[in-house]
């Protein structure tokens, strides 16, 4: 199981005392950004994530890795996609506007957004059983 951890992943001296941000924040502004792009369906978050949506607490962060210094991180994201998107546009979509949104709220430079693909979805379709 996922271990919540309070990283710091900035520390900035100011006058007034150090900001530090969570390595959790970093995960839930990633994720959130990527659901944005169309043709994202979801995150994919596999065990972990699926126990925590079906105990009914929605897992902000799921799908998502990171890996901070105290100025640079590199992110992996794990979606699953649209049917009839055209993935390469998609995952570029994704990736800028991760690497955008983290910068601009944390102030950390991100080095790399990594976009697996782990599935596609039909919209539309009932699955019965």
Do not use: C, H
């Not at 006058?15 to 792009?37: F, H, N, P, Q």
């Not at 978050?45 to 902000?60: A, P, S």
């Not at 049917?83 to 950390?108: C, D, F, H, R, W």
């Amino acid at each position: 199981m996922e271990e919540n951890k309070d990283i710091i992943v900035q520390q900035e001296k100011t006058g007034l005392g150090s900001i530090r941000i969570a390595d959790e924040v970093v995960r839930i502004i990633a994720g959130l950004a990527a659901t944005e792009v169309p043709g994202v369906a979801g995150m994919s978050g596999g065990i972990v994530g699926g126990i925590t949506e079906m105990l009914g607490r929605k897992n902000l962060s799921k799908g998502v890795k990171v890996d901070v210094g105290e100025k640079e991180a590199a992110i992996d994201i794990f979606v699953v996609v649209e049917y009839g998107s055209k993935i390469p546009e998609v995952a570029s979509q994704i990736q800028q506007k991760v690497k955008n949104a983290v910068q601009e709220m944390t102030g950390l430079n991100v080095v790399e957004v990594n976009v697996n693909i782990q599935g596609v979805t039909f919209s539309g379709a009932e699955t019965k059983e």
